[in-house]
Structure formats: C-alpha cells, structure tokens
C-alpha cells in the first residue's frame, strides 16, 4: 500500500505529527466526529490510507466550524468553484505558502518581466498566489488581472512595448490572450515563459505560442484553494505529469482518485486525504528527477446521466474540438426537476474568419453517439450545435468548465 504514496515511509512517517494534529482537529467538528472515531491514531502511511477520504462538502463542513486563522500574519479567506457546483472555501496567511514552493520551482528570475493575468478579486487566491511568487523572484511584476476582450490589442501591444518575458494565467484565459493575438498578427519575441494554474493545460496554447512567441515555454502548477499548491512542472515534463512538493503527500486509492494530506504544520486548512475530483497516478517522470512524480488523468465526473443514459462529456468536447475552425468545445447541459431537456455543444471560432459547420457537425455527433442518438430519438431539436462568440466561464475566475449544467425554470 506504501508504494502508493508519493513519499517513501521512512521520509512521511517522520512528519505525521502533521496529520495527527489535522486528524484531532477534525475529530472535534460535531459532524465529523463519528466518521473518525474509530481513528485515534496516524502513525503510518497504512493508518493514513485507512482513513475515510475528506469530500469539499466535508472540508467546508470542518472550515465552517473551526474559523481557522495565521498565528503571525493575517488570515486570507478565498473560495473557488461554483461554475458546475457548490464553491469551495479555503483559508491561507499572508504569502500563501509561496516561499516553500519557490524554494522548489523557480520559473522567474530577477531578469523577467512578469505579466500576471490571473483573475484578481472576488475571492479568488490564483492572482494573490502568483503575486507571491513573483515578489519572492525579485522580478518585476506587471499585475494585469482581469481584462476584457475589447482591452486585448491594447493591453498586448503595452506587453510587446514593455518587453515581457513571462505571463501566468489560467489556460482558459491565456488561451483567449494568445488567439487573439495570433489572429491579429502581435507577436511577443520577448517572452519566454508561460505560468499556468486553475485547469489543465490546452494543446491548443501550443499552436498560437509557435506563432506569437516561438520561444515560450511552460511552467505548471497543480493544486486548489484548498490543497494550495501540490505540484510543480517545468518545459521538460509532460503537461499533465507534476512534481509533488515535500510538504505535500500524494496517495492514489484503489479507484485511482488521487487524495492530498498537507504535512506543513503552517497549514490553516484540515488537509487529511483531501479528494479534489481529480483521477491520477504516480509515475516517473520523463525529465529524469528523482522520485515519483504525479501524473493527473483528469477528473472522474466527465460522465453525466442523460435521461438514464451516460454521456461522456470529454470524448463529446474532443470530438468537437477537431473540426475544422473550432478553438474550443463546451457542453451546456439544460433540465427541468432533474431530467435532462436539451444538450447544446458550443463552439468558439479559432479567429475572426473561422466558420464551423455547426449543422453538419451536429448530424454528425447525433449519429454516432450513442447516447445522443438514443436519449433524443424523439426529439432530435433539443441536441443542438451552435456556433457562439464565448463559451461559459465562471465571471470571477475566468475559468471554462467543460460542462455546464442550467436548471430550467
């Protein structure tokens, strides 16, 4: 069971006083203190893994109770979701657990110019976080945030001028950044380096930064207003493969859903098998570090019930994504007292001139998705494809969820 772990025993079991403590602290949450009775120790990674997983109703439950606060600085409070289900809340002092990652991942230096256009306010932490970082870097900071599609020409040409060499965002925002950027001819030559946090990284990025900047490369974190940052990656490791941090213990359970169990006894959120959502396993990674590293699959809620039938939203959104001018896909789920009434696929454009086949696309996924053809047999009109000038993104965060589900009035 050991080997699961993303840190051998003998370098975890030293540090589970951590989870000792994080373990006592959520035995005394009243509605959570039956799940843990039977749990009155944590000295072993097998006693950990025994332990029953933390959900993010659980954790808010726990949050709610305890108020957590920074014993030396101030307390931050963010959240984040909501754009497919409940938010999420997550606690951080000031710094936000930064300079333990920049000892570990340092992407900028003193020479870059960095652009942050994380989402700023709203309690959203990404723009704070980075903000972090940077300062840690001794970079110069360039603290964008939001910014409308009607301030990009003037926002890339400002970057162009001031030399940036690095940006961050999530993909969802950088892919909007770089689109219109290649569409409208604006290079940055200068930049080399391209944070991401918040989502997975689109292959799509690839294509418009080989065009605007040639020599960017990215840099990746993993993690959640809750977990904070896990994992780091560099230009050598795959997209989808992070190094955890040593204060972050990775497990994968039997279901190959990965858990977090934060070991930094600075750590204000009760971080105990902490499952995000996200499918997973521990590999070795191809940039040749040592130690296991965490390969994320991707979340296991992809699969929604479509009047009684599952429908696989990622194989849906990829098939769309392969047509012909089409950037991005996203699935808008419509029901009326849990029944499912209408599915429409979006499709952005990839640049002003693209024009998707949107009716012939639509015949297309209709008759060779089973589900599609079955659950709307007798009302085809409510499976619907249509071209739209943005996808649905969460207003405070800039993200895009690949599903979106709509109740119906």
Known sequence: MTASFSLP?????????????????????????????????????????????????????????LEPAAEHSATWLFQ??????APKVGYAPTGFYMAGVHAHWQPLDRTDVFANAWGAGRMWGAHYLAAGL???????????????????????????????????????????????????????????????LGEAWQPQLEEDLAVMAPQARRWGMFGSTETWVVGTNTPDCPADTFHPLPHQLVHVDADGLLDFTTLDPEMLNPVLRYRTGDAGELTACPCGRPGPAM?????????VQVRGLGLDVDELITRAEREPGVARAQVVLTEQRGRATGVDVLLLADGPGAAPDAERLRKELLAATFTLSTAFQHDPESFRVRPVDALVSNGRTGKT????VREES
């Open 80 to 85: 984040s979701g909501g754009s497919t289900g």
């Open 401 to 404: 969820a690949a599903l979106v």
């Open 9 to 65: 025993p003998e370098a975890a079991e030293p540090r589970l006083d951590v989870a000792r403590r994080t373990l006592e602290r959520l035995r005394g949450v009243p509605a959570l203190a039956a799940r843990y009775a039977a749990h009155v120790n944590v000295h072993t990674l097998e006693r950990l893994a025994a332990l029953p997983p933390l959900a993010k109703d659980d954790l808010n439950t726990a949050l709610a109770h």
């Open 134 to 196: 940077a300062d840690l870097s001794g970079c110069r900071i360039i603290a964008l945030g939001s910014v409308t599609r009607e301030e990009y020409g003037d926002w890339l040409a400002f970057l162009a001028d001031r030399g940036v060499t690095a940006i961050g965002g999530t993909p969802s925002v950088l892919r909007l950044w770089f689109a219109h950027a290649r569409a409208t001819g604006v290079r940055l030559p200068s930049l080399r380096k391209v944070l991401w």
């Open 295 to 303: 390969r994320v699959l991707g979340r296991r809620d992809s699969v």
